[in-house]
């Protein structure tokens, strides 16, 4: 898996919603079923992590990390997704 996250963090040339996607199936072992249908509402956000609602506990993004970094900036965007 380590080889795989480094490539997906690296590779600027993929769009950023397929490099998120990408990143927390491999970090969270979600299917990408349930990685489409998260909105900005699964995405929160404290002063120093970005949680996501995966399921009940939220899961916590490792910080700091390019997911994390891109989560913001998709929600910043007001999209993940759509």
């Known amino acids: 898996m380590g080889c795989r996250l480094r490539r997906v963090l690296s590779n600027d040339a993929a769009p950023l919603r397929i490099r998120v996607a990408a990143s927390l199936v ?3 072992a979600q299917p990408l079923t349930r990685i489409v249908c998260l909105t900005t509402d699964d995405s929160l956000h404290d002063c120093q992590q970005v ?3 995966l399921g009940d ?4 993004l490792p910080t700091p990390s390019p997911t994390s970094s891109w989560i913001t900036s998709a929600r910043s965007r007001l999209t993940l997704w759509r």
């Open 57 to 60: 506990p939220t899961s916590s």
């Open 26 to 28: 491999l970090l969270f």
């Open 51 to 53: 949680h996501l609602r």
